[in-house]
Nanobody, 121 residues
Framework: QVQLVESGGGLAQTGGSLRLSCVAS????????VAWFRQVPGKEREIVAS???????NYRGAFQDRFTISRDIAKNEVSLQMNSLKPEDTAVYYC???????????????WGQGTEVTVSS
């Protein structure tokens, strides 16, 4: 059983940076695709970026301009470095293992509890 724990959220100013961490228990984690999502109350959860077991990376839209996803296999950790933060980045950020997109919704058997990011203007 894989459990994911996010950390690193908090309050940042516009233009600032935060680094989110997703640490997993379970050795099988290293073979999972891991994705970062974010959700604003009242809105759909949206994917930000993903990284597969081989290090292949995908970003949704323009996130790659400011965010960087990376993976440390030895630490069982996937990080999301967020730079040039904007107030619209305010959300709860989640990591998920092996998410799948079905019928307009993301599903995963492995979600973290989320870490809150607030960007002040």
């Amino acid at each position: 059983q894989v459990q994911l724990v996010e950390s690193g959220g908090g309050l940042a100013q516009t233009g600032g940076s935060l680094r989110l961490s997703c640490v997993a228990s379970g050795r099988a984690f290293r073979y999972y695709t891991v994705a970062w999502f974010r959700q604003v109350p009242g809105k759909e959860r949206e994917i930000v970026a993903s990284i597969n077991w081989g290090g292949g990376i995908n970003y949704r839209g323009a996130f790659q301009d400011r965010f960087t996803i990376s993976r440390d296999i030895a630490k069982n950790e996937v990080s999301l470095q967020m730079n040039s933060l904007k107030p619209e980045d305010t959300a709860v950020y989640y990591c998920a293992g092996d998410p799948v997109y079905v019928g307009g919704t993301w599903y995963s058997d492995y979600w973290g509890q989320g870490t809150e990011v607030t960007v002040s203007s």
